[in-house]
Structure formats: C-alpha cells, structure tokens
C-alpha cells in the first residue's frame, strides 16, 4: 500500500511496536493525517506501553492533532435553546 493511502494504515500501525526508535517516531508523525477512530485507537493504546519519553510526547502530540484536526471538521451545533429561536 502506498504511504499516503488509507490502506496503508494497517502496516503502519503494525510499525507502532517496531524495536527500532526512529521507525515508530516517523510512523506516529504521519499518522495523524489518518484522523480514524482505529489511528486513535491504537495510538492510545500505545501509550502506555510505550516507554520512550520522546515517543510519547509523540504520540501526545498525534492525538492533539487528530482531535484539532476532527474539531475543524465538525460544524458547529445549536444550543437547545437557538435550535428553538431562544437566544
């Protein structure tokens, strides 16, 4: 699957237990732009398993990302009251 491709996904969360530092760095840097439910998943199940202080920091910064980044996405609601013409 080519990088950049939502079918790559599956391999590179695979990435997120690799021994090497730099592999699991540079995966968690390009996940966010796979803002899924899945990305985030794992990428909080990772953390505590994940040792590294650098890595964590990481993957605290992936998930700030992909929550600013879903934020943006979502139109904002109406109150209950503006929903029925109270302001």
Known sequence: AQLGSPKAVPDLLKLLADP??????????????????????????????ETNPEI????????EQIAQANAEESPPTESAGEANGVT
Do not use: H, M, N
């Open 56 to 63: 964590q920091q990481a993957i605290i910064t992936a998930l």
């Open 20 to 49: 090497e530092f730099v592999v699991r760095l540079e995966v968690i840097r390009c996940l966010p732009q796979f803002a899924s439910d899945r990305v985030v998943g794992a990428l909080q199940e990772r953390l505590p398993e």
